[in-house]
């Protein structure tokens, strides 16, 4: 069994599954250091900094242990991976740098290591936190506790959960984060696992026949119970995991992590640890050939803008502050051309907010894909998820169409439905 801080267990173990997505979470905090606390996000508790900001670590760091490469250097130009010619840096005149973009999670005076949490001492004389030898950081996108909306450059430091040694937890699924279980029948792949309405805690009703289709996860002989975790003995004798007091199967039908075919089968419901929070009533979901995408009331597919420059450094060019040169190229060179080609999603009268993900958001005048426009008067209340202004796309004359999707510039700026992960 995997160990963590007795404070997070109490934390995950002690909540309801909808009360994750609450204003506020009171844990305890014992055991973790002076001034980390745990926050709820939609995709399940984070570890945050005195305020409740998200920290991350980057992904451009991942290799960075015990060390920080985030500086506070405003660099110019930058050479393209690929062709390997020289160009200059888009926003000269007031282009940020990563420190200021992610600044470092800082150590509070009197604070010291403990468990997994570290410190490093950077070259710029900043005491900041690192989890696991990773400097940790928060994030500009965010603006309020709760915000996961740098997760596209960074990762969210979630709390971890405790799970038995083969099952895993999966926050990307559809339906929100799930268990997965690596099979004989997959090899390596981790499969959505599934619970069965006519089992109980002590017993499983699928028969030897029944698990030709929905195989059994099995425990080691030496399992034992804990928190939400027991075990069933099954009638042929071989131990089987049980979550939260239901007995866990994967389906033969799945063959890739977030696979959900078993999903809708009779008596069947995949094993869900923390919900996915759900959508504005304006945006809903359509499966095309390219699988399940976010759509409009129409029906249309709903993008979002991801922009990465390739500087050394790899910032984000889509923040809050960024006035975004590159974006109007990708489709026409001007905000009136643009404007034609992608549209919000427009908010209407009295909408609400959906957990931390979706908010409205107001889009200044010449609007933009980024978070902030170019200055100018007061624009339209629009759908933004993680922070990023949603759009359909002009080209889309059908249903389940996806003719914006990939459509980029320099491989650095791309449309995508919302929701997907872009990793530069």
């Known amino acids: 069994m995997k160990l963590i801080a007795a404070a997070c267990m109490a934390f995950i173990m002690g909540f309801p599954m909808m009360s994750i997505a609450g204003e506020g979470v009171p844990v305890d905090d014992e055991g973790l250091p002076v001034g980390i606390k745990i926050h709820a996000s939609d995709e399940g508790p984070v570890f945050a900094n005195e305020a409740g900001m998200t920290l991350y670590t980057l992904s451009d760091e991942e290799a960075a242990v015990g060390v920080s490469w985030c500086k506070d250097v405003g660099y110019k130009q930058a050479k393209h991976e690929l062709l390997g010619y020289v160009h200059a840096l888009p926003n000269l005149d007031h282009r940020p740098t990563c420190v200021q973009k992610n600044p470092p999670a800082r150590v509070k ?35 309020a506790p709760g915000q996961t909306n740098a997760d596209s450059r ?25 268990l997965t279980s690596t099979t004989e029948r997959t090899a390596s792949a981790k499969l959505t696992v599934y619970t069965h309405d006519l089992d109980s805690a002590t017993e499983s009703k699928c028969d030897r026949q029944c698990a030709a289709t929905w195989q059994p996860v099995l425990a080691p002989v030496l399992a034992m119970a804990t928190g939400d975790w027991s075990v069933v003995k099954r009638g042929d004798g071989t131990l089987q995991w049980a979550f939260r007091g239901k007995p866990l199967y994967t389906y033969f039908g799945d063959f890739n992590p977030g696979d959900l075919n078993g999903q809708g089968v009779k008596n069947w419901h995949v094993a869900v640890v923390y919900p996915r929070i759900g959508t504005p009533p304006e945006i809903s979901k359509r499966m095309t ?37 590159i974006w109007y190229i990708v489709c026409g060179n001007t905000p009136a051309a643009c404007a034609k080609e992608w549209h919000p999603v427009l908010v209407p009268p009295n909408a609400k907010n959906v957990g931390y993900s979706w908010t409205a958001v107001t889009m200044p005048l010449p609007w933009s894909p980024v978070r902030a426009g170019d200055g100018g008067e007061e624009g339209p209340k629009v759908w933004a998820y993680k922070g990023r202004p949603v759009f359909t796309y002009y080209d889309d004359q059908r249903p389940g169409d996806t003719n914006g999707w990939g459509i980029s510039l320099h491989l650095y700026t791309l449309w995508n439905p919302v929701g997907s992960r872009v990793v530069y």
């Open 109 to 143: 005076d009197g604070a010291k290591p403990a468990g997994k949490w570290s410190i490093v001492e950077r070259e710029d004389g900043i005491r900041q936190w690192a989890y696991q030898g990773h400097p940790l950081y928060t994030s500009v996108k965010d603006e």
């Open 154 to 178: 960074g990762k969210p430091l979630y709390v971890p959960f405790d799970v038995p040694a083969g099952i895993y937890l999966f926050r990307e699924g559809r339906v929100g984060a799930l």
């Open 289 to 325: 050939f390219m699988g399940e995408v976010p759509t409009d009331t129409q029906g249309h597919t709903v993008y979002w803008f991801h922009c990465t420059e390739d500087g050394p450094d790899k910032l984000d060019c889509d923040d809050p502050s960024d006035r975004n040169p």
